[in-house]
């Protein structure tokens, strides 16, 4: 039976963890590939994305390398042709965790590479969800299911996964599934619990599989004088 009083605690630490990571900037490397039959083993490669990402107002925003500042705009204008998510650097685990959105359901203790950990399974509607998907020129927010797990001992939030739930029948997605997976990183005077690896595949109605293998690293404390420009 699932601890409540564990699941609290890790609540409470987990909620400390994503408040804090509004003050980092993350480099975020984007591995993108394609598969055009479901039973092929590799993934066409198609290109290396760069982009810096940070949490702004509640948002996940995006910038390029160097550019010293963060603009709201779609992520689309940034990246080439293909398919593309955001909410993987922070915005999703903090409306599931922070915001204290979706129903959460204990599953089982689980083995992790080794790692003890309990997991939960929850869902969110289209409301309370911040998944949001770009295949070619339509984008859309969609509702969305999936589990967390966490290590009984430390509270860490160790692995997140999110699959879209009811994505509209013009996006012609048959599965659009996220993995992150996390873990402590020291940036500046502190210890962090930021996202290391993501995973993001979309796979149409035709059989071809979009994936995005995006490593997070170089985070740094937000500087004062980076500028954030809204409108564009």
């Given at each position: 039976l699932p601890d409540q009083g564990q699941l609290a605690r890790f609540q409470e630490k987990i909620r400390r963890d994503m408040t804090s990571i509004p003050n980092y900037t993350c480099l975020e490397t984007i591995e993108r590939g394609r598969r055009v039959w479901p039973l092929d083993q590799d993934f066409i490669a198609g290109g290396t994305v760069r982009l810096e990402v940070s949490i702004v107002a509640g948002k996940e925003l995006f910038a390029r390398p160097g550019a010293g500042s963060f603009?709201?705009?779609d992520v689309a204008s940034l990246v080439p042709t293909g398919a593309i998510g955001t909410g993987m650097f922070a915005a999703f685990a903090r409306d599931l965790f922070i915001k204290g959105k979706g129903t959460l359901r204990y599953r089982r203790e689980e083995n992790l590479n080794g790692r003890g950990s309990d997991r939960y399974d929850f869902r969110l509607t289209q409301q309370e969800s911040a998944l949001k998907l770009?295949?070619?020129?339509?984008?859309?927010?969609?509702a969305a299911k999936g589990a967390f797990w966490f290590d009984p001992v430390s509270l860490d939030l160790i692995r997140l996964d999110v699959y879209g739930d009811n994505m509209p029948n013009g996006m012609h997605l048959a599965e659009a599934v996220t993995r992150t997976n996390y873990s402590r990183t020291h940036v500046g005077d502190s210890d962090a619990l930021l996202p290391k690896r993501s995973e993001l595949t979309m796979t149409s109605?035709?059989?071809i599989t979009y994936r995005d293998v995006i490593e997070f690293s170089q985070c740094h404390e937000y500087r004062a004088e980076s500028t954030?420009?809204?409108g564009h």
């Open positions: 603009e709201e705009r770009e295949v070619g020129n339509i984008s859309a927010t969609v109605f035709s059989g954030i420009s809204f």
